[in-house]
Each structure stands twice: as C-alpha cells, then as structure tokens.
C-alpha cells in the first residue's frame, strides 16, 4: 500500500528565514505534485514533477524530485506572510490514481 | 476559462437523510475524482471516472456512498442515510489524461454537516 509522509505537520516560521518541507512516499512513483489549500478554500496546483532529478521554482518556492529515495522538498526562501498555508504533496500510484500526503500546515509569523 | 464547479457550496442535512452533490468539470476533461476532507486533515480519495470505463470506486467508505457519471460530463455523489462521520468536505478534481502530466484542477468543495 503507498503511503505518503510529510513532515513537519506543523510550522511556525519567522519572516525572512528558510526551511525546507519533505515528503517521503513509500512506493516506486515517477510523478509528484505539490499542491496548496488556503483555510476554507480549494487547493491550487503549485508544481508538478515528472521525473527523477525534476526541479521546479516559482518565486519563494522550489520543488525537487528524487525517486530513487522516494523523496521530494519543497524549500521556502525568505518567508513572507503570503506563504501561510497548508501545503501537500500528492504521489501517483499506477495511473490515475492520486495519494495525497498529510500536509503541512505553514504559519509566517511577522 | 471555467474551471471545475461544485454545488451546494455548504449543505447541511439531518442524520440519516440523503445528500447529493455535484461536480461540473473542465470541459474536455475526461478524468474526474471525488475527495473527502475532514477537518485538518488531508485528501481521502473515494472515486475516479475516466471516460467511458468503468470507473475506480476503490476509495468509497461503504454502501451508502455512491456516485455516477454522465460521460465526460456532469458527476454526482450521492450518500444514503447520512451519519454525522460523513461531516467534511467533498472535493471534486478533473484532469486532462490527454496531457503531458495528470494534473488535477480542484473545484471549490462541497462542505457538508451532518446534525
């Protein structure tokens, strides 16, 4: 059965600093998404990683893909207010299928 | 463009009624999910429509839970004499297979209490 990990489940973070939120999954998978949910709100697609050594940036945010240790990060550079949020990254398993991780949720403290 | 649509946005309902929820997806999606969120939780995958298979109802809790699909259209997911752990929210996702990636766009939730 896959099951996806994230940690921390929880972070509370300065503005300005950086840290790093990993996801460990337990099954072969070349594909990985990163996702992020507002409170009361729907969750927007963030990045997606097709393959093994994949990395993708989008302003603060970088993702990273290994596959072989069954790992992917998404690093935060100089939090800012704008990033609190509950973050998750999803696996697919075989086609189609999605499991989705625990998420982490983000608070940037001013 | 339109992206994906749900409705009722919020519904609550008394134990052991019926609900229906709707999903309207991307036109020209042909994958759709439907999610369950409890709260603070993450993502638990109940169903997966692709096309005109048969779809994947691995995810579906129990008997009560069912969903059906109009094509490559329209979806419902309708739930039998609801129980207050059915209380979350209900996510539908739609995705283009046909795409270099299988990428899902989320709609806005259907966030169901039941008293």
């Known amino acids: 059965e896959l099951k996806v990990e994230q940690n921390p489940l929880f972070l509370s973070m300065q503005e300005g600093k950086n840290y790093t939120i990993y996801c460990n999954y337990s099954?072969?998978?070349?594909?990985l998404y990163w996702y992020r949910q507002d409170p009361g709100k729907s969750l927007e697609s963030l990045f997606v990683?097709?393959?093994?050594?994949a990395v993708k940036q989008e302003g603060r945010l970088m993702a990273s893909l290994d596959t072989k240790a069954r790992l992917s990060t998404l690093h935060i550079t100089a939090a800012v207010h704008d990033l609190s949020a509950t973050y998750f990254c999803?696996?697919?398993?075989?086609?189609?299928?999605?499991?989705f991780g625990t998420g982490t949720r983000l608070k940037v403290l001013a | 463009g339109a992206g994906v649509s749900q409705s009722p946005s919020n519904k609550v309902t008394e134990k052991g009624k019926d609900v229906e929820l709707r999903c309207d997806p991307i036109?020209?999606?042909?994958?759709l999910y439907w999610y369950r969120q409890r709260l603070g939780q993450g993502l638990e995958f109940l169903i997966y429509?692709?096309?005109?298979?048969?779809?994947?109802k691995s995810g579906l809790p129990s008997d009560r839970f069912s969903a059906e699909r109009t094509g490559e259209s329209v979806s419902t997911l309708t739930i039998q004499r609801t129980q207050q752990e059915d209380s979350a929210v209900y996510l539908c996702?739609?995705?283009?297979?046909?795409?270099?990636?299988?990428?899902?766009?989320f709609g806005p939730g259907t966030r169901l209490t039941v008293t």
């Open positions: 099954t072969t998978s070349d594909r």
């Open positions: 999803a696996v697919e398993k075989g086609t189609y299928k999605y499991i």
């Open positions: 996702a739609s995705s283009d297979s046909g795409g270099a990636s299988y990428e899902q766009y």
């Open positions: 036109s020209g999606h042909t994958a």
């Open positions: 990683l097709l393959s093994n050594g």
């Open positions: 429509f692709q096309g005109n298979s048969a779809p994947d």
